[in-house]
């Protein structure tokens, strides 16, 4: 039982190149997010998904983009890196389910560290 | 706007003390709160939540938290912590217009003397 795993683990890349970071869940999820987390900051929300082809926009979604064609994977993208992107990317999951009481727990990923030089 | 203020950005305790990290939100309505827990290079695992019912809610690890509504806060505590207990602690908050999305507060970082 993978849960939900994130890729890479660690990416350095250079100012303006395009990056991917992966997501994959097990749980048939509904919703999904993904979260930087720097120093003095806390966790910042970027786009999450309430399910797949609808994604929906975060506090700080400039630079980025998503997709969720399937259910069970939701990638970011950054478009043309830039140093104020370096940063720890959390991915998270939810169940999501209509109707349902009171707020989901977010089951987290292990984080991509990723440095932008 | 909604918020969520932890207000000790970093607590050192001796092993065996009893812990209480502080947890203040604005929010009119009945909230839902959680509690999660980040260990030095790992993601987040939840700790506790409230939704509604008991104010003290237990969670995982011998962790509890009582929710104040006179208070707007939602303190977590500990009556005696252990080494592994080192970590990060993060608040969070429902968001009122969607409450699958959390409001977080910054975190507190804990770290325990031998």
């Known amino acids: 039982d993978a849960g939900i795993t994130q890729s890479p683990r660690y990416k350095i890349t250079e100012t303006g190149r395009q990056v991917t970071l992966m997501c994959h869940q097990t749980?048939?999820?509904?919703?999904m997010f993904w979260y930087r987390q720097d120093l003095g900051h806390g966790l910042r929300l970027i786009y999450y998904?309430?399910?797949?082809?609808?994604?929906d926009k975060g506090e700080v979604p400039d630079g980025y983009v998503v997709s969720r064609s399937k259910t069970e994977n939701f990638p970011l993208t950054l478009e043309s890196a830039t140093r104020s992107q370096t940063s720890v990317y959390f991915c998270a999951s939810s169940v999501g389910l209509a109707g349902r009481l009171g707020a989901d727990t977010q089951y987290f990923g292990p984080g991509t560290r990723l440095t932008v030089l | 706007a909604q918020s969520v203020t932890q207000p000790d950005i970093h607590i050192t305790v001796s092993e065996g003390a009893s812990l209480e990290l502080r947890c203040n939100y604005s929010y009119g309505a009945t909230p839902y709160l959680f509690w999660y827990v980040q260990s030095p290079g790992q993601g987040l695992q939840l700790l506790l939540k409230y939704f509604s019912g008991d104010t003290l809610v237990q969670g995982i690890k011998g962790f509890e938290a009582e929710f104040k509504r006179s208070q707007s806060s939602f303190n977590l505590r500990k009556p005696s912590v252990h080494w592994s207990d080192a970590a990060e602690y993060f608040c969070?908050?429902?968001?009122?217009?969607?409450?699958?999305?959390?409001?977080w507060g910054l975190g507190t970082s804990l770290a325990v003397n031998p």
């Open positions: 969070a908050v429902a968001h009122a217009g969607n409450n699958r999305k959390l409001i």
């Open positions: 749980w048939s999820h509904s919703y």
């Open positions: 998904s309430a399910a797949a082809d609808i994604t």
